[in-house]
């Protein structure tokens, strides 16, 4: 599995008697140094944009259901406002994981109330600190245009 590439990495399940077992195989997680979980008690939050040249980031929707975007940075002091976002609809229902590699920013909201993401990084809180870059949320994506 490429590690640089924006990209949903899917897995999938496995039931009997005993109920059913979620698995994502080609989600290789040896560079992993932290997670965290973020909820959003409502589907108004836009978080967004938060950006990494060295960190990717892997989300699992855990509750509900996420729009997440992601965007490749052209120039960090002074991105083009007509860069690309591209959009993944993450549903706690799917196993699969969104990763966003180094050298993009990423923004989301929720579909739902009290959504939830699982969110994995490649890098420890102390060297993330300094490589966190944050641009204005209406840049890129109209993200009025997804409030249900
Ligand atoms: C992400 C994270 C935050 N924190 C603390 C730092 C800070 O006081 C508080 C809020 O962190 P932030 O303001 O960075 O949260 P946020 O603005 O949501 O940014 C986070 O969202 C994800 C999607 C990213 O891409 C990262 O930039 C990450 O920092 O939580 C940790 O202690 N450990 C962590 O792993």
Redesign the pocket.
């Known amino acids: 599995m490429d590690n640089k590439k924006l990209q949903l990495i899917k897995g999938n399940e496995h039931t009997d008697h005993r109920g059913t077992l979620c698995f994502i195989n080609d989600f290789n997680m040896s560079s992993i140094k932290?997670?965290?979980t973020?909820t959003h008690p409502s589907t108004s939050i836009v978080?967004a944009w938060?950006?990494?040249k060295m960190?990717s980031?892997y989300?699992k929707c855990i509750k509900g259901r996420f729009l997440i975007a992601a965007v490749a940075i052209d120039n960090w002091e002074n991105p083009s406002k007509k860069l690309q976002a591209k959009t993944f609809m993450l549903d706690a229902k799917n196993t699969e994981v969104l990763q966003?590699p180094a050298g993009y920013a990423?923004g989301?909201k929720a579909l739902d109330a009290d959504a939830q993401?699982l969110?994995f990084?490649d890098k420890g809180?102390e060297s993330?600190?300094n490589d966190?870059f944050?641009f204005d949320e209406n840049l890129w994506m109209n993200w009025k245009e997804y409030i249900n």
């Open positions: 932290r997670m965290y973020i978080r938060q950006a990494h960190e980031k989300f966003i990423n989301f993401l969110v990084s809180l993330a600190k966190q944050r």
